[in-house]
């Protein structure tokens, strides 16, 4: 053997032996010294049963270890209490633990360990100084039992029966900061009985948690309030919520916690419970940004129970049987910032018995979501007050689906795009709100754009109720195409544009406080419209009508067979218009009563020209048809004995442009054409016409009648007048006025044979014999030929009174010029001057009849000359008129 072969042997000889009475030496300093060094030089106290190190590899096994921090009231490092069975460290970095007091190591096995930790205070972040972490590569706990209190002494974190492997762990002050008291690479647990409080209000509880081959089980998860309700309120004035959270049962796989973000995968949530109590209060915007991130592979909820409370302890919201499948869930400091702060890849959402209570109770039976459609079934809708500002409804809707072509949000404002959406069987009352405030224009808000291309609605019967007029829709199907919405180009709120719709009830009814209204059937369309068996019928008597106006007003009774118009308009965009082609009304009934028994309504009348201006929107009706209609109107007066009658039968009436001046390009005159039967006795017609577009409101009518029996005017003129005619046919008569709202002139032609007339007295029953002798003489009982027409001037019109007023004053004129004279006032003051004498000689008879009276008291004649001055006086009273009786 060479000789540096045999120095080299026995110097390393003397190496291992030199190490071997190192590490037996070091063994025995740690077994008799390492206590009082550590005591020493950290800020701890152990002691232990046994201790093996192996100073070549760092190994460090240890058995029935006890540890306390020497100085519990120190926060500023980690403080400990509690022991352990079994300690077994590897490649322990001895180093770092005497020189830089640092405890690091790549595994650490805890058997039995029943710690007390206290953490730290948090890091300075002005000095980032980190204080002693313990840093482990890998970490095993074998069925443990460990405490985690906040420097605060309140606990933080408990758990037994603890089983754990962790890979990577670092559990430092910074991550207690971050609400993540832990992270690490990959994991596997097994315990009970785990406690966590992340802060003042709420406690976090779990019966068991257990890990198999990667997949979690938690058992009886429960978020508990720490604080009532009321102290809640109290100590948290701008908290708006208050959670209370249970779990039986959930399970996932694939977790990882990585400083601030959480992630994990096949999460199932079983039968949750959430319980929400809500303040009131308005949430604050904040301008701070989350560092919180969620990342949720796929996460499905089974059977959960939601309830959301009002402040006063009422019901605002609940529902049982949700499920929720969502599909790579994200919450990030980029979603955050978003109006709806999640992201999803997809998710599907059904529900059963969702209860909502506002002002509206809302119930649904079942709810169904996807991203591109939705369904809800057996929705019921009833009053939660009375006598709301806001539109309620009390009835049901049957089902409701929808398909989405697209949902987002571009510049947190709504980009929707809906393909179509289905609502069937609508039945039940909506219920106008009562806001006196003057509506709104409505504003942008969060809208971006919203367009609807179909929506329908089928089978439904809706009943709309404001100020207790209701309006009935039965049997109503309707579909609207191309609903567009957006905010206007001044942003002062948003525009609405319909491309097409198409409705269609029957049986349409509405109250008002004197009518119902009803339709047979109603079809309408963009470019149609038919109304079949219109009707307005008064609810009430003509006798209560009286009773309930204070002014003068006309009680309409109407009926309609068929109502037809062709053309286009649109009344839901903000550029509304009626451009009508034709409309067409057949067989229509009207009755229109008017008493002069209440007080004249002093408002001012505007002609029909200035009626027709004030419409708002561009309005054209190129042809207008009436047909085979009737037409009565009645007239009452405090002295007639029964109403007045003008009778219009076989009316046909056709109006051309029948417009209000704001459509360009399109006519303003109206020309009016009737043609009817008069008192069914004679044939009328009628030229009227003005132009809309005049200010001045000149309008213009003519108009002839002939072979008119002069009693078939009887039924007008006698409750009236009190005058009857008795003979006499009215063979032709013309008229053609000219007028403006001041009044009217023109010309009056009246042809007439044999006409007599005869004074009534106020009962319309006795003829006044005297004074119909006295008429009759200054009537022109025939015309002979054709007479020249009569000039019609200076009849002022009441502003206060309607057109028509205007129009008969013209015709009395004219008949009083063509019957009595040109000297209309002349002859009328010779009639008054001849009731005056009638008066007189009545007067005179009375004087007389009272001194025969007195003389035949005063002196008696004997019996046979008291029956001769009888009997004379008897037939000069006898032969009286009854004129002279009166």
Known sequence: MKRWIKKLLISLGILAGILLAANFGLNLWLK???????????????SY????VDLSTGNILATAISVNSKN?????????QGTIDTLKISRFGIYDAILNKKISSTDLL????????????PVEQKTGKKRNPFLFENIRINDGTIAIFKPTKQKFLSVQHLNLFVENLQMTEESVERKLPVVFDRYSIKGQKF????GEVYAITIDSINTTDGQMSIKDFKLIPLLSFDQFKKFYPGKTNLFEFTIP??????????????SLANADFQNPVLTVYNTGVKAKKTEKKSNFEVDLENIKLTNAVVKVNKPDGNNLLSAGNLNLKINQLKFSKETSEKVIPLGYKDFTFSGKDIVYSDHQNIKIESVALKPTSGEIRNVTLTPAVSGSERAIMDGTIRHIAFNINKLEFIDRKLALDLKDALVENVNGTIRGGHNPAKPKSPHPGIIHSVILRKVSLKNSNIIYDKGKQPLAFNDLNATVNGIEIAPKPNNQGLSLNVKDYFLTTRNLAYKTQFYHISLGLLKLNKNKIQVNNFAMKPL???????KMIPVERDLYDLKAGQVDAEGSWDLFSHQKFINASHVTIQSADANIFRSKIPKDDPKVKALYSKMLRSIKIPMNIANLDLKNSALVYEEDTPES???GKLIFSHFNMNVKNLNSAKAKGKPTKVDIKINCSFMNLAPLSVNWNFDVADQNDAFTISGRTANLPASGINPFIRPYLHVTATAGVIQEMLFSFKGNPAGLHGTFNLKHKDLKIAVLNKNNHEKKGFLTAVANVFLKSDSGSFPEAVTVENVERDPTKSFFNLFWKGIELGLKKTLIGKNVEKTEKTVKNAVSSVKEVKQSVKEIKKKIKDSKDKQPDPKPQSEKKKGFLHNVFKKKDSSATE
Do not use: C, H, W
């Open 32 to 46: 008799t010294q390492l206590p009082d060094y550590i005591k020493k030089n950290t800020e701890y106290k152990v």
């Open 249 to 262: 049962r959930m399970d996932f796989k694939d977790i990882a916690l990585n400083k601030n973000k959480v």
């Open 49 to 52: 049963k046994t201790l093996d």
């Open 641 to 643: 004995m029964g109403p």
């Open 72 to 80: 519990p009231q120190n926060t500023n490092v980690i403080g400990l």
């Open 540 to 546: 009430i008597s003509r006798a209560q009508f009286i």
């Open 110 to 121: 805890l058997a039995k360990p029943n710690l007390n930790v206290v953490l730290a205070k």
């Open 195 to 198: 406690f966590l409080r992340p």
